[in-house]
């Protein structure tokens, strides 16, 4: 067996839920900017006492449920995540104790929005070479407790949330192919300044906001149409697949406008997009697990299926991955 195989998904949203009729409270915005410049409606926050393992340990037992799998079932466990709970140790170590795994390996990826996309190359890599024959891989994201609610260029489009899948040694493979990248010329692009090695946390530096994630919108939104299309192009034809041949198309979901010009371009019918950015704005590395776990929940993605997996974010860095469901 040389293959690989999703064999469980699961995800979880906290119960808080920021709507744009709140940020019209706090903010100069409006629901009707927020909706047709992001397609954004809802938001789901963490609770002050939820750090990101509280959400990936709720997201990986979701996926253990749905699997019929015991957390000793699961040899590796990864977590793609920028807001770990620590800058270290790990966030999937404490997830894994959490999850009474202790003794198994577990790390993070640090790749923000993209975090996913490389994680699902990772983690396919290791089993098809017989490093491990099942795989928990989580991406999660506390964005609310990184973002400065007094901006509204950027305070209107985060929150929080996982989504967790369960790898697993396969004689079909369906993991066909993977185009990732990343130029970090320019790392303020999109970035939290300090609290890193390079701007260790001062007075002066709390007192000017470095605590707080910054984006330049307008460049990165050319990047991530750009990236979602050259990155696809790429990852379909490494596995010898048509525009016409997929059957999902599973993005990032940073903003409406940025999936509708990618998949119009992709020539994929609005149908075939999977969307649920209106219910949780924009999650980075958690987008698209908890996409692919709804769909995969409400019955839409059937064997044979072929999914572009596609994201792109803060490194800046990208990628896309194709994928037969099984
Ligand atoms: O996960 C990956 C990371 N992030 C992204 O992918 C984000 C990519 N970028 C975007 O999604 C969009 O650039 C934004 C949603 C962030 C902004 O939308 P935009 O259409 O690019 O707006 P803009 O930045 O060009 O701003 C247009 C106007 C500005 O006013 P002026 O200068 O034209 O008077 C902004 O000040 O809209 C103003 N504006 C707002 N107005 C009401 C910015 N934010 C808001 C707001 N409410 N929340």
Redesign the pocket.
């Known amino acids: 067996m040389n293959g690989v195989k999703i064999s469980a998904v699961g995800h979880y949203a906290p119960a808080a839920i920021l709507t744009n009729e709140d940020l019209e409270k706090t ?1 100069d ?2 629901d009707e ?2 909706t047709t ?2 397609g954004m409606k809802r938001r789901h926050i963490a609770s002050e006492d939820q750090a990101t393992s509280d959400l990936c340990i709720a997201a990986a037992r979701n996926a253990l449920r749905n699997g019929k799998l015991a957390s000793s079932d699961i040899d590796c466990y990864i977590v793609a995540t920028s807001t770990p709970d620590y800058a270290f140790p790990a966030t999937a170590c404490i997830v894994a104790a959490q999850l009474d795994a202790v003794g198994k390996p577990a790390f993070d990826m640090e790749i923000a ?1 993209s975090g996913f996309i490389y994680g699902l190359t990772l983690a396919s890599s290791l089993i098809r070479a017989g490093v491990y024959s099942r795989v928990m891989l989580i991406g999660a994201e506390s964005l609310s407790k990184i973002v400065d609610r007094s901006d ?2 950027t305070a ?2 985060f929150g929080d949330g996982a989504g967790a899948v369960v790898l697993e040694a396969a004689a079909e493979n369906s993991f066909l192919s993977s185009e990732l990248g990343a130029d970090g010329r320019r790392p303020e692009t ?1 970035c939290l300044l300090g609290g890193g090695s390079r701007r260790p946390f001062t007075a002066e530096s709390l007192e000017a906001g470095e605590q707080y994630l910054r ?1 330049e ?2 460049e ?2 050319k990047f ?1 149409v750009t990236k979602m299309i050259e990155s696809t192009g790429i990852a379909l034809q490494r596995a010898n697949l048509k525009k016409s041949d997929v059957s999902w198309l599973i993005p ?1 979901q ?2 409406k406008r ?1 999936i509708d010009a990618a998949a119009k371009y992709l020539e994929v019918p609005e149908e075939r997009v999977i969307v649920n950015i209106e219910e949780y704005g ?1 999650t ?1 590395a958690a987008s698209i697990p908890i996409a692919l776990s709804e769909a995969v929940t409400a019955g839409k993605i059937k064997a044979g299926d072929i999914i572009v997996f596609v994201g ?2 803060g490194g800046l860095s990208w990628g896309a991955v194709t994928w037969k469901w099984a």
Request: glycine share 8%; charged share 10%.
């Open positions: 903010l915005t409006s900017w927020i410049r992001t929005c509204r260029s209107i489009l999109l984006m919108g307008r990165i939104f991530a990032h940073a903003n940025i924009n980075s792109f974010g």
